[in-house]
T-cell receptor, first 115, second 112 residues
Framework: EPEVTQTPSHQVTQMGQEVILRCVPI?????FYWYRQILGQKVEFLVS????????KSEIFDDQFSVERPDGSNFTLKIRSTKLEDSAMYFC?????????????FGPGTRLTVT | AQSVTQLDSQVPVFEEAPVELRCNYS??????LFWYVQYPNQGLQLLLK??????LVESINGFEAEFNKSQTSFHLRKPSVHISDTAEFFC??????????FGTGTRLLVSP
């Protein structure tokens, strides 16, 4: 069964450094998402991406964040200058194009630790 | 704005006992409701969804949820739980724009 994959599973970085989290969505999906879950808190929406542009973003997704689909398979989340409060589990999700609200398929997550 | 409330952060239950995980939502537009499950050290998996039609939806592993518009609820139930059901359960709501809004999650702890 096809699945969303994410790398790395755990990333440790120093405050102020740039990180890139990588995701490979399911191959025939066209809608892509990033969510994050700070330890002990709920899963929060960051950004959605369709047709090579951001379709919606949350207030968390400020100028320090960016997303890109550099080729036909990868979907990346970049944090330019990490802060301590960026420490969280980051989930990528994808959805196939449809006229209905079909489910989003989630990856296993990348745990980002900022020290 | 949409929101989801899961009042129970943790629900301990014995194996083979019934369980109900509560979920209430708030939305000013038509909603689509989901339950996701997260097993230890794994990602989020869709358990079941309500899009339209029958208000009672079922999953393949014995869970069911009922959409109640008047009570704005989408509680998850299972008549007899297994040890392997131990996981974190997240209720989520979305509108036609597809962004998922999650509740804070309920940890189901099944003991022998």
């Amino acid at each position: 069964e096809p699945e969303v994959t994410q790398t790395p599973s755990h990333q440790v970085t120093q405050m102020g450094q740039e990180v890139i989290l990588r995701c490979v969505p399911i191959s025939n999906h066209l809608y892509f998402y990033w969510y994050r879950q700070i330890l002990g808190q709920k899963v929060e929406f960051l950004v959605s991406f369709y047709n090579n542009e951001i379709s919606e973003k949350s207030e968390i997704f400020d100028d320090q964040f960016s997303v890109e689909r550099p080729d036909g398979s990868n979907f990346t989340l970049k944090i330019r200058s990490t802060k301590l409060e960026d420490s969280a589990m980051y989930f990528c999700a994808s959805r196939r194009e449809s006229s209905g609200p079909y489910e989003q398929y989630f990856g296993p997550g990348t745990r980002l630790t900022v020290t | 704005a949409q929101s989801v409330t899961q009042l129970d952060s943790q629900v301990p239950v014995f194996e083979e006992a019934p369980v109900e995980l509560r979920c209430n939502y708030s939305s000013s537009v038509s909603v689509y409701l989901f339950w996701y499950v997260q097993y230890p050290n794994q990602g989020l998996q869709l358990l079941l969804k309500y899009l339209s039609g029958s208000t009672l939806v079922e999953s393949i592993n014995g869970f069911e949820a009922e959409f109640n518009k008047s009570q704005t609820s989408f509680h998850l139930r299972k008549p007899s739980v297994h040890i392997s059901d131990t996981a974190e359960f997240f209720c989520a709501v979305s509108d036609r724009f597809q962004k998922l809004v999650f509740g804070t999650g309920t940890r189901l702890l099944v003991s022998p």
